[in-house]
């Protein structure tokens, strides 16, 4: 009997090791080394960002690299580049006056901006100078104390630096203030209610929210909890109730002349309350209650549109139901590039002084409206219908000569295009056609006719998803790309539309910014990303494929990212990292950070695999974008499995034996859906944050991508009626091992959702893994660190068979200072000389 038990101890010890023939052991070093901490010291400025001026069609622009920050300004009509600062000279005069060390290589050059005049630029340095912070009346309480901060000026021809002694800055403007664009008046809720004060009462309220001197005045008087003028999103009951008397912001939109404001009210007293709960909040569990609409529920949010008069302080509620549970959107006006760094900026309807864009969407998102308000009148006229047997998409319509003319957005021909109307509504022409996506307006040059946009899947031999600009005339003659090459593009169009700048990239090269003129012709290269310190780690770029999907014809584009100590001659498990979409796909077009949950993933010693499917991205055909209507569970699995077929076809490295799965929210959805579809195929999954039951998550995004069914009955009373497949309902499938994981305060994918999973798999006697992250939100906040490693974990044991780790997470350990470092020694402010 001995013998028998050591030659069947042997015998499944060959099996595992012939089963497990890839890493046995999970590389924990590497993964570390490329943890979101030490990415920052390795990976600097991958994406100029200009800030453009206001008088002339320069920018600015601060670009990092491993050696330093520096900052420089860009002339396109002189195709010059210069630095802003001498970095060096710059160093030695900050510490001259400000009495702290600087070096060139370490400025911490705080809210840079220009002056108005375009001649200087004024920045601000964070001291190690210990002072009371102003207006505090308890001089001695424990926070009454902040670092002292310098205030400077800096000319651009003299390259003279000025302390700005007496510098009052201007104090940043609070969430709940909505100032007119003349800068004269304020508009804000408070308890329900809208208020309004002048610019006096607003630069007090500025120095002291308190102060008992401010004449505020009352705009309406009827406002109640949940059918408010105000926003409280954001606060918890207790919060609500702490500033029920605080100042809150009223999402209202300003007429160019500040003599209107429009709003969109909402009564949301029938919708029905949901609830999550503090474990952790200090003293009692506190119990958080907000409103929630789910899927098919008939006590929806009524939207009304307000008309407010603010010169004779009067309001009208705007007649605009059409559909039962309709939603009213109004589109903000576009803001000027140039604007970006004022500190008063007004909030601007999307039209002009006498016209209001906005549209009317049905429950069923089948029907939408695009409509226009006459502002004297306040009559509604109907412009352009979208009518379409799933779910229907805008996009805010460009404005032509004040909306002489219109630019609307349509996918009614299968694919996003630009049709141009005239400003009554009547169709003029389609501006572009072919089979590839339209995105974005950047541009219109009213007195040229020509349109600039975004668009994808046009260059042949590219990835679709590949972004680019074009120009294109009004009457759909003159297309013209303006950012070749085989890259990602982002661009940064100057107000004048004469210059744009180019940010072009991909997950497996480095990225450039370059600068070029409106016909696409390149005036000079700015910069390209410093990536050598991450070059000279062990670091490898992953690699974009293309495969086919399930049905043999769609194609499909993904990234696997390999070890970066990786041996051809052995064999990897897979994990699939997925986002079923469809309102995006977790699969990376340009290089970037974001390789917290796949690259770092990959180190442990696994082959990790993101793809799209059909049903996901909007950014290519309207078929493909709504593959999945109708069927919210399963339908993007199949590619999935088909992926990484086709892959361990092309690669013998993959072994297709040991497949894991993992994804957040929608992706924790997807990956435990996957293992109850297919269980003989996906072995392992961990689960993050999934809404594994639609039916209880949020109304907008389920009814929208499964779709709901309106039915109107022979009186004429419509209805909305909802059904939809859960996880829940495959629990007796489940083979392999899955871990769910949710935040207890999720008040996006309610916790609910993992919890029933859960109660599922118990009934059906099934074992599982659950953590519960406490006190977390839907992202896991400051405990993403710690899900990563359980992740790592928990794939390192199911698939390398590597059960090595102890209670401690050693490698967040190895990152905490265990010192009991006081901070750096202060000195007390000196007194100003006079």
């Not at 210069?82 to 050059?109: E, K, S």
């Not at 670092?147 to 000319?155: H, L, P, W």
């Not at 009564?267 to 003293?283: E, I, M, S």
């Not at 309001?315 to 309709?326: E, G, H, R, V």
Request: net charge positive; aromatic share 12%.
């Amino acid at each position: 009997m001995r013998i028998f038990y050591l030659l069947a101890a042997l015998l499944l010890t060959c099996q595992v090791g012939h089963a497990q023939s890839g890493p046995s052991k999970a590389n924990y070093q590497m993964a570390a080394r490329f943890s979101p901490k030490k990415l920052e010291k390795l990976i600097f400025t991958t994406s100029l960002d200009p800030h453009w001026l206001k008088q002339t069609d320069r920018f600015w622009y601060m670009y990092e690299s491993s050696n330093g920050k520096n900052w420089y300004i860009v002339d396109p009509a002189t195709k010059s580049k210069q630095a802003i600062f001498n970095t060096d000279q710059l160093a030695a005069a900050i510490t001259m006056v400000v009495r702290d060390p600087f070096d060139a290589q370490h400025l911490p050059l705080e809210n840079l901006k220009f002056t108005a005049d375009e001649k200087n630029v004024q920045f601000e340095v964070k001291s190690t100078i210990d002072q009371v912070k102003k207006d505090r009346i308890d001089k001695k309480a424990a926070d009454s104390l902040e670092k002292k901060t310098f205030y400077f000026q800096y000319n651009l021809a003299t390259r003279k630096l000025t302390e700005l002694k007496d510098y009052e800055k201007p104090k940043q403007k609070p969430r709940w203030a909505s100032i007119s664009p003349d800068q004269k008046f304020v508009v804000f809720a408070k308890e329900h209610n809208l208020y309004w004060m002048d610019r006096a009462n607003y630069e007090k309220a500025l120095k002291n929210e308190k102060d008992s001197t401010i004449v505020e005045t009352k705009f309406t008087t009827d406002g109640v909890e949940n059918y408010s003028y105000g926003d409280n999103s954001g606060e918890t009951n207790v919060e609500r109730e702490k500033n029920r008397k605080n100042r809150k912001p009223a999402f209202i939109m300003w007429s160019p002349d500040s003599k209107y404001f429009i709003m969109t009210r909402t009564d949301a007293r029938k919708v029905k309350d949901l609830w999550v709960l503090h474990n952790t909040a200090a003293g009692r569990p506190a119990l958080e209650t907000y409103k929630y609409h789910m899927p098919g529920e008939k006590e929806a949010p009524i939207r009304e549109l307000l008309l407010f008069n603010f010169a004779d302080k009067t309001s009208k509620k705007i007649s605009t139901t059409a559909f039962k549970d309709q939603e009213i959107s109004v589109w903000p006006a576009p803001a000027k590039q140039s604007s970006r760094d004022d500190e008063f900026r007004a909030s601007l309807w999307h039209g002009t002084n006498q016209k209001v864009y906005f549209t009317r969407t049905s429950r069923d998102l089948k029907k939408i409206d695009v409509l226009v308000l006459d502002v004297p009148s306040g009559t509604v006229k109907p412009l352009i219908e979208e009518r379409f047997n799933t779910y229907v998409e805008v996009s805010r319509v460009g404005l032509v000569n004040g909306g002489n003319e219109l630019i609307h957005w349509s996918e009614r021909d299968g694919w996003g295009h630009f049709y141009l109307y005239d400003g009554n509504g009547k169709f003029k022409n389609q501006i572009t056609s072919g089979s590839y996506h339209c995105e974005e307006i950047i541009g219109i040059d009213d007195k040229a006719r020509v349109l600039y946009f975004t668009a994808n899947g046009r260059e042949a031999k590219e990835d679709p998803y590949y972004l680019h600009l074009y120009r294109i005339n009004f009457d759909g003659s003159g297309l013209k790309l303006l950012n070749s090459g085989n890259f990602d593009h982002q661009v940064s169009m100057s107000d004048s539309r004469k210059f744009f700048v180019n940010n072009s990239s991909r997950v497996n090269t480095v990225p450039k910014t370059a600068l070029y003129n409106q016909n696409g012709k390149k005036v000079m290269d700015l910069e390209t990303a410093d990536l050598s310190r991450l070059l000279a780690t062990p670091y490898k770029f992953p690699e974009p494929f293309t495969v086919k999907a399930d049905d043999g014809i769609t194609d499909l584009y993904g990234v696997m990212y390999k070890p970066f100590d990786f041996d051809s001659t052995k064999k990897y498990p897979v994990i699939e990292y997925v986002y079923p979409g469809p309102q995006t796909e977790a699969v990376n077009k340009a290089f970037g950070r974001s390789m917290d949950r796949i690259d770092r993933l990959a180190q442990l010693g696994f082959i990790v695999v993101t793809v799209g499917n059909r049903g996901g991205h909007p950014a290519r055909s309207k078929w493909y974008h709504t593959y999945g209507y109708g069927n919210l569970r399963d339908y993007g699995l199949a590619d999935k499995k088909a992926t990484l077929e086709q892959l361990a076809d092309r690669h013998p490295f993959i072994d297709l034996s040991r497949v894991g799965i993992t994804g957040h929210s929608g992706g924790g959805f997807m990956s435990t859906a996957a293992m109850l579809v297919y269980p003989d195929f996906f072995k392992v999954a961990v689960s993050g944050a999934g809404n594994h039951e639609n039916s209880i998550y949020n109304r907008w995004w389920s009814e929208k991508h499964h779709g709901v069914k309106e039915v109107i009955s022979a009186k004429g009373d419509t209805t909305f009626q909802y059904s939809i497949d859960k996880n829940a309902d495959l629990a007796k499938n489940l083979k392999g091992n899955l871990l769910l994981v949710t935040g207890d305060v999720d008040n996006n994918v309610h916790p609910a959702n993992t919890i029933r999973m859960a109660d599922a798999l118990i009934k059906a006697n099934k074992r599982f893994d659950f953590i519960l992250m406490p006190g977390q939100r839907h992202g896991f906040g400051n405990m993403t660190e710690y899900f990563f490693w359980m992740m790592g974990d928990y794939f390192s044991k199911h698939l390398l068979g590597d059960y090595s780790q102890t209670v401690d997470i050693t490698e967040m350990n190895r990152e905490i200072e265990l010192t009991n470092k006081k901070p750096q020694s202060t000195r007390a402010a000196e007194p100003e000389a006079e």
